[in-house]
Every structure is written in C-alpha cells, then in structure tokens.
C-alpha cells in the first residue's frame, strides 16, 4: 500500500512539472480555442501553428508567436477584442489574418516573408514594433493603426495605411526606414497625431499621405526626403503648425488647410493641386527656400508669406504674381492674401478683376520692390473689363488713390494668367494700401518715348488708347498730337513740365478733345504746352481748366 502511495505521489508531481513546463512554453499543433472564461498568465510563451478563436475578450501575458505553415486567423467575430503582451507574427504560407480587433501591449515583430492582414480591425500597438524584410502589414480601407506607447516607438514604415493611422501617446513616433516601391510611409486614409503625440520621419524619408491629417502634437519633417498629398479633397488641420522640408501637393483635388504651414531654408514646395489657406492660416517660406513650382494654373488661395531676406524675385499664390525687392532687408517678411473670384471692396465688377489681394509688411524697410499681379481669365475679361486698361489700385476707386508704377500685362487665356505689373512701389506705399484691386476705370495713360499720336497704342505705356474714363499725362519729355478727324476723349488730362521744345499736347486740322470732370492741367511753359490748331477744339465739361504753363489757341476752348 505504501508503494501505490508513492507511485501516486510521484505521478501527481510529474504532472505538476509538465503543467509548469506547459506554461512556459506551449506549442499548439493546430488551433487555440479560448472559453468565456479562459486566462493566461505567467509570461510564458505560446507557438500557434492554427487559429485562435475565442467566446469572449481575452488578454493573454506573455509571448504567442504565429507561425501557421497556412492560413491563420485570430480571433472569433464579435466575441470580444484580444490583447496580447507579445505577438510575433512568423507564418510562412499564407498568413495571419485577424478577425477581431487587437491590441498589442509590449511588442508586435513581422518576420520576413509573413502577411499580417488586420482588415478592417483595430490595431493598438502600445510598445515596440519591427518588420523584417519582406514582412507584411495589410490594412483594410476602414481600419485603424493606433501607435499609443508612452515610450519612443517605431512605426512601421514600407506600410500601405490603408484605414486611419493614429499616433497617440506621449512616446515619440518615428518612421523607420524600411523602403517599399520606393517609399518609407504610404497612408491611403487618415492620420491624428494626439495632443501628446509626435511624427518623426528619418532624413532621407519618403511618403505619401492620401487622407486627411491632424495635427495636434509635433511632426519633423524628413531633411531631404519628400511628403506627398496624393489624395481627393484633403484636409490638413489641428492646434499646431507644421514644418515641411520638401513637399508636394498632388492628387486629384483642393487641399484645405487650417493650420500654419511653413517651408523650410533650402526646402522646395510643389503645388499641383489647388492649396486653400483658410481664414487667418498662412503658408511660410521661411528665408532661403527654393522658389515654389506651381502646376498650369494651379494656385494657392488665402495667405502666403515669404521671409523675403533678399534682394530677388519671390513668387507668390501662383506661378505669375511676383514681388522682386530692390534691396535686402534682414528680418523682412512679406505677406500676400490673393483670394480668386472675390470681388475687391467698394470696386464694381463691371471694371475691376473679380479678385482682392492684401499686402502686409513686417520689418521692412521703404525698400522699392516690383509687384506683378496676376488674375484668370474668367475674372476679367469674361465679366467685361477692358484688359488693356487695368492698373492697380488701393482701397476706393479715385485716381489720387493709385499705387504708381508702368502696367504691363499678358493676354489672359485658358492656359495662362493675364497679369498686371507695377514697379518701383515702396514698402509704404503697399502698408497704405493693403487692399489692392486691378480696375480698368481710372488708369492713367502715360506718353512714353516714341510718342507721336494719340490714336496710336504705342503711344501710351499701358499700349491701349486712353477713353473717356481714363486719366491721361503728357509726360514733359514726350508730345503728344491729336491729328485732324480724330476725336479724343479723357475723363482727366495733366500736360507736365518739359524742356524746350519737346513735350506738350498739339491738336490739328479737325481734331477735338472732350475732357471731362477731372479737368486739364497744364504745368508745361518751357515746351509746347497746349497747343489748340485753327479748326479744333478743347470742351471741359464740369471740370476746371488750370493753366501753369503757355497756350496757344487757334481754335475753341469751352470750358462747361
């Protein structure tokens, strides 16, 4: 009796080293199938060659590695989520699919030549994560990537996000640098970087972001590597700005963005898609970034600041409005609002180019600069302004009120901008003006050397011939001759100062002038001032005659 005892004893404690042994290490031939009321603690390790179904939420602590030699899948629909310590996934046939959402705790490692596929599941990954080589992380176009570790975590780069991709956290996030048809990072959906969370691309990273992205937390852009907005109708937002080294708007549609965005020293902006800043929001080109390239007539709506350190041409909102400075100035930024399709205040759009620019200067100082405006096609012409009039303007519509400068313009069309210059501007001025408008009302119609007639384009610098609504200056150096059948016409004339006998304004043979509630100055005594021919005519009408200078009248002046 006493040897039955023992052999008893001795067979319940190998059963106790085997359950110990069980464990610490258990291999399961073919599936795993946890009850409601399954646990596993200990820390120990479990190989799974088949599924692992469950009835209800299950956490298991310690290590299960996956290395089906065929398809596996994790999980029992709408029984419950898994959370694992450890998961590696090294299946060699096949591969690892989950049916619920998971959550990985500790670690998550894809060996190379494995697939896990999370469909349209949750993954929570709260520690590190690594895969290797042709290691494989499918996603489903509504699943969810969350990196949520409170230490520095690794997100696994060579991916296809196709759901949402979550960083939260107080860990920093850092994408390796693991390459997949030529990219480290491809998010097909959304991405949130937390409150507490960051983004770090490595130098020489390359990406494409094809949803939406919030950021409230910090991102470093890769130093050389290039981000790509490659979606539909994108959204970029969040409480905090974000720096860019080189990066391209693209896909098929409007990038709307409601946070700063800047561009940093020796960075490139490419914009092919149309970028809108809205509200109060800015893109920055800080001082020394690459001139932006912009796609047809792609543009950048709102507002787009350049720290403009240099004496150079910077380009704004699109490939044709520019502003060159004259000199340098350290600490000078320069911010233009161009806003398409909206109609400048107190301007009627019958005349004025369906477009408001703002200007607003920081640290400048009175430094001349050029600026080059430029509009579309179906904001001028198409809505009746006379194109070969438009000049700039400050806010109200009155001749004193004009930025000075000689107009020049392209011919607007479908596959260009039509653009107005103005040049040797100072800073001042655009401070006092800050709206600025395109009006073809009360441009003023300068002579110009090679002058010789006024019904000759040629003769003006705007190369139009002025109208009734048009200002005109006889400049003192270049005269101007009304020739006999030709009726003029001019809301206002001034005749400058000249020397000798080279400037002033002749009428001949039959010729009139109609000039009408600006009046008609004459400053010029030294030149031909105003010379009125025997059978012609000068009327004013309700304006005033003012002469500082020489007449000479061989035929009629009214003055009405």
Do not use: C
């Amino acid at each position: 009796m006493k040897y039955t005892r023992d052999v008893k004893s001795w067979s319940r404690g190998v059963l106790t080293l085997l359950a110990i042994a069980l464990i610490a290490t258990m291999a399961v031939g073919q599936d795993l199938v946890i009850g409601g009321g399954g646990t596993f603690t200990g820390g120990g390790q479990y190989h799974i060659k088949g599924n692992i179904s469950n009835n209800a939420a299950v956490t298991i602590n310690g290590v299960v590695t996956l290395e089906g030699t065929a398809a596996q899948v994790i999980g029992t629909a709408t029984k419950g989520d898994i959370n694992f310590q450890t998961l590696n996934v090294n299946t060699t046939v096949g591969s690892a699919t989950m049916a619920v959402s998971t959550a990985v705790s500790s670690g998550l490692s894809i060996a190379a030549g494995s697939t896990f596929n999370i469909q349209n599941n949750t993954l929570d990954v709260g520690g590190t994560s690594t895969r290797n080589g042709t290691g494989t992380l499918t996603t489903g176009a509504t699943s969810i990537v969350n990196f949520t570790g409170t230490s520095a975590q690794t997100v696994l780069g060579g991916v296809t996000y196709n759901g949402d991709l979550n960083l939260s956290g107080t860990g920093a996030k850092v994408i390796d640098a693991t390459v997949t048809a030529g990219k480290n990072f491809n998010a097909s959906s959304n991405i949130t970087i937390a409150g507490s969370g960051t983004l770090a691309f490595g130098g020489t990273a390359n990406g494409t972001i094809s949803g939406d992205l919030v950021n409230n937390g910090t991102i470093t852009a890769p130093a050389s590597g290039l981000i790509i907005f490659g979606g539909a109708g994108q959204n970029i937002s969040g409480s905090n700005s974000i720096a860019f080294n080189n990066v391209t708007f693209a896909g098929t549609g409007a990038k709307n963005v409601n946070t700063g965005i800047s561009i940093s020293s020796g960075g490139q902006l490419a914009v092919n898609q149309p970028l809108i800043m809205s509200g109060s929001n800015a893109l920055t080109m800080k001082a020394g970034a690459l001139q932006p390239s912009f796609a047809g007539q792609t543009e950048i709506t709102g507002s787009m600041a350049w720290e403009a350190t240099s004496a150079q041409t910077y380009i704004f909102n699109n490939a044709s409005t520019e502003i060159a400075f004259t000199a340098p100035d350290a600490g000078r930024t320069l911010m233009l609002k161009s806003q398409p399709s909206v109609n400048p205040t107190d301007y009627s759009l019958a005349h004025t180019v369906n477009r408001k620019f703002n200007v607003i200067f920081a640290n400048s100082s009175s430094t001349t600069v050029n600026v080059k405006l430029a509009y579309l096609q179906g904001e001028g012409s198409s809505l009746g302004v006379t194109e070969s009039k438009l000049k700039d303007f400050q806010n109200g519509i009155a001749a004193s009120k004009k930025v000075s400068g000689t107009p020049t313009r392209l011919t607007s069309g479908a596959g260009s901008f039509g653009y107005v210059t103005a040049n040797n501007i100072t800073s001042a001025q655009l401070l006092a003006a800050n709206e600025l408008a395109l009006d073809d009302r009360f441009s003023i119609f300068k002579s110009i050397a090679g002058a010789t007639n006024w019904d000759v384009a040629g003769s003006w610098d705007a190369n139009a011939v002025p109208g009734g609504t048009d200002d005109v200056e006889i400049d003192g150096s270049y005269a101007v001759t009304i020739p006999t059948g030709v009726s003029a016409a001019a809301n206002y004339v001034l005749i400058d100062q000249g020397s000798g006998t080279s400037g002033g304004l002749t009428l001949s043979g039959t010729a009139g002038l109609a000039v009408g509630s600006g009046g008609l100055i004459n400053n010029n005594s030294t030149g031909a001032g105003l010379n009125v021919g025997s059978g012609t005519s000068v009327t004013i009408t309700t304006g005033t005659l003012t002469n500082n200078g020489a007449i000479t009248n061989a035929g009629t002046i009214r003055v009405q």
